[in-house]
């Protein structure tokens, strides 16, 4: 009976708290209703036209799904950014051909400015960088899309970890 008691009364004192979390473990403020997420600027030199808008999407997009926040054009929780950098860079050589690479990185890298409007202290201004290889042999062409949808995930993520789980 009394182990019951202890029990009940354990689980109405957890029942009033209101910790903010969603079903992605995030640990979203109470007051937060909105978020918006500004178009990411374009301003590496080597990457393609429709960059920006994708990973602009990409990134409301898992907000929204991951979140128990609304899109708005200016939300309490608000990101912003540029795409600072695309590169492609050789990674290893194979002994058969000296010199030539067997596999090539491709490397986006993006500037992130985070605001809560209530609590500055959850404010950042943060790069992040994330990267695929694939084989040297493959055209960019053909591979780009995979990769630039894997890499923008991952960027994504972490974003959302920054942001909203403490990482």
């Not at 898992?62 to 899109?71: D, G, I, N, T």
């Not at 409007?117 to 695929?132: I, V």
């Not at 630039?148 to 993520?157: A, D, G, K, M």
Request: net charge positive.
């Amino acid at each position: 009976m009394i182990k019951r008691l202890f029990i009940l009364l354990i689980c109405a004192s957890l029942s009033s708290c209101h910790a903010g979390f969603s079903l992605s473990g995030a640990s979203i403020p109470d007051y937060a209703k909105t978020f918006s997420v500004q178009y990411f600027k374009n301003q590496a030199q080597l990457a393609g036209p429709t960059l920006a808008q994708n990973f602009t999407d990409v990134l409301r997009n898992y907000v929204a799904s991951h979140s128990r926040l609304s899109l708005a054009t200016t939300g309490d929780l608000q990101f912003e950014g540029v795409i600072s950098g695309y590169s492609i860079a050789p990674v290893t050589a194979t002994s058969a051909t000296q010199g030539v690479s067997a596999t090539t990185r491709l490397t986006i890298t993006v500037d992130v400015t985070y605001t809560d409007k209530k609590d500055t202290k959850k404010c950042f201004n943060s790069s992040f960088s994330r990267y695929a290889d694939y084989p040297s042999s493959q055209n960019l062409a053909t591979v780009q899309d995979g990769l630039i949808t894997q890499i923008s995930n991952q960027l994504v993520q972490d974003i959302f970890d920054k942001a909203f789980n403490n990482w």
